[in-house]
């Protein structure tokens, strides 16, 4: 946990809250909603991913113990992590089609509820899926609420800052269990996934991949590397191995940060804190 010094829930009216929900751990900031300052942030990593009741479940005993949850912030974002999404151009979506859409493409759980998120600065549209569970959990603790994948707000930042670069560009965003990756080359988007692995070596295969079938040079793509990917040694070992051309990702520059939150790589909370970024 790490708190900046003028965090106060006397004024909790003028702060939001972001919570990220992966399959095998939370995370939450509460900012100044006019100021975009970080005031607090918490992390919670569990051995093994949980299904969507179990993730539910812990999330309430979570919560349980964090009263300031309950707080009357100003609005709350929920960055939802799953591998059940596609995005499609805004110039093809038609409303009241995203389950057709995603059902066909990938797996979709008949409890789930299917979102559509837009992104009008790439004018694409993230389908995506959310536990109708949780869904209606957050709708009863907030009234004014907003869902989003998880990667949408990263992906959009990110390629705000590289779509004029001529070399091909990788993103990847670690997680414990899967990882996504974005795949620009010459300005246009040639892949956006998620791969469940369960080794080292699934890993660094499936990233891989995706560079060999779009014919990219492995040894000349740059490389955006976001998640505690330093926290699994043999990932970052394959990593680093076969990939030569890594920075970390930034973190969004409309957001103040103070010095408590400087020992932090700056990789680290980059999904967490762009979500908080958005608009």
């Known amino acids: ?81 799953t591998p059940v999404f596609t995005v499609v151009p805004q110039s093809l979506f038609e409303d009241g089609t995203e389950r057709k859409l995603l059902s066909s493409l990938c797996q979709t759980s008949a409890t789930a509820s299917v979102e559509t998120q837009l992104l009008p600065s790439l004018e694409m549209n993230f389908l995506y899926e959310i536990p109708l569970q949780t869904k209606l959990f957050f709708k009863k603790q907030f009234l004014r609420l907003n869902f989003s994948h998880s990667f949408s707000y990263l992906f959009q930042n990110w390629f705000s800052q590289i779509k004029n670069k001529t070399t091909a560009q990788y993103l ?23 791969f469940k692995y369960n080794t080292p070596e699934d890993f660094i295969y499936y990233l891989l991949f995706v560079l060999e079938t779009h014919k990219v040079d492995n040894l000349e793509v740059e490389l955006t590397l976001y998640g505690n990917i330093q926290e699994h040694p043999k990932h970052n070992e394959l990593l680093t191995t076969y990939i030569k051309n890594i920075s970390y990702g930034k973190r969004p520059t409309n957001l103040i940060l103070s010095d408590a939150f400087n020992p932090l790589p700056s990789n680290q909370l980059g999904t967490l804190l762009n979500l908080a970024s958005c608009e």
């Open 1 to 81: 946990m790490i708190k900046d010094t003028e965090f106060n829930l006397t004024y909790s009216k003028q702060y939001e809250l972001a919570v990220l929900i992966e399959s095998a751990g939370f995370s939450f900031t509460a900012y100044h909603a006019k100021e975009k300052k970080i005031l607090f942030v918490d992390e919670y990593h569990f051995e093994e991913s949980l299904d969507a009741d179990a993730l539910l479940n812990k999330l309430e005993e979570i919560l349980k113990k964090n009263e300031f949850v309950y707080a009357p912030f100003y609005a709350c974002k929920v960055g939802i992590s």
């Open 172 to 194: 990847l965003q670690f997680e414990a269990d899967y990882f996504y990756v974005a795949l620009i080359k010459e300005g246009k988007l040639f892949c956006i996934n998620a």
